[in-house]
T-cell receptor, first 114, second 111 residues
Framework: NAGVTQTPKFQVLKTGQSMTLQCAQD?????MSWYRQDPGMGLRLIHY???????DQGEVPNGYNVSRSTTEDFPLRLLSAAPSQTSVYFC?????????????FGSGTQLSVL | DAKTTQPNSMESNEEEPVHLPCNHS???????IHWYRQLPSQGPEYVIH???SNVNNRMASLAIAEDRKSSTLILHRATLRDAAVYYC????????????FGQGTTLQVKP
């Protein structure tokens, strides 16, 4: 198993550009989520999904869109990038949303918006 | 949502035990206590979790207070590779799907 795979690892955007951060998992996990981590800070939840076709907002959803058309993939879209979205983005997944399930994280995407 | 409180930073000497505390005074009866750690420039990784009883695994031990209002992650012999940010989070019916990571405790391990 590859686990949780995020692409790209690094990305530089200009203000106003759009892009999609990719996240895929090969563990047949129902639950997937996106976090952002700003320098010196903890992780903040952006969006999450409890299964294909189901998504919901986390703590900081503004400026981001998600969809979950398959169990394996959970892309994060930035429609019009802003410097405030400069951050490291982590995708995570777990088998279910049962409280005892553990999260598996990807290695992150470092995004800079100029 | 039930929250956790951790010290911002702690120091330890290599090969000595480390006790990382976490307060969660508003924990509900169905909340699990999870610990994750984040090594520099990596994504977080699962360490351990528990509900009421103390738990041990190959990485660490988790000691849960009898009233469940606090817990302690125990690293039995710290190594330089244990230097990381350690997060204590609660997972239960009150925050299903919305696992909230605070700022965690930054652990420094001195040789």
């Amino acid at each position: 198993n590859a686990g949780v795979t995020q692409t790209p690892k690094f990305q530089v955007l200009k203000t106003g550009q759009s892009m999609t951060l990719q996240c895929a998992q090969d563990m047949n996990h129902e639950y997937m989520s996106w976090y952002r981590q700003d320098p010196g800070m903890g992780l903040r939840l952006i969006h999450y999904s409890v299964g294909a076709g189901i998504t919901d907002q986390g703590e900081v959803p503004n400026g981001y869109n998600v969809s979950r058309s398959t169990t394996e993939d959970f892309p994060l879209r930035l429609l019009s990038a802003a410097p405030s979205q400069t951050s490291v983005y982590f995708c995570a997944s777990s088998y279910s949303i049962w409280a005892a399930e553990k999260l598996f994280f990807g290695s992150g995407t470092q995004l800079s918006v100029l | 949502d039930a929250k956790t409180t951790q010290p911002n930073s702690m120091e330890s000497n290599e090969e000595e035990p480390v006790h990382l505390p976490c307060n969660h005074s508003t924990i509900s009866g169905t909340d699990y206590i999870h610990w994750y750690r984040q090594l520099p420039s990596q994504g977080p990784e699962y360490v351990i979790h528990g509900l009421t009883s103390n738990v041990n695994n190959r990485m660490a031990s988790l000691a849960i207070a009898e009233d469940r209002k606090s817990s302690t992650l125990i690293l039995h012999r710290a190594t330089l590779r244990d230097a990381a940010v350690y997060y204590c989070i609660l997972s239960g019916s009150g925050n299903t799907g919305k696992l909230i990571f605070g700022q965690g405790t930054t652990l420094q391990v001195k040789p």
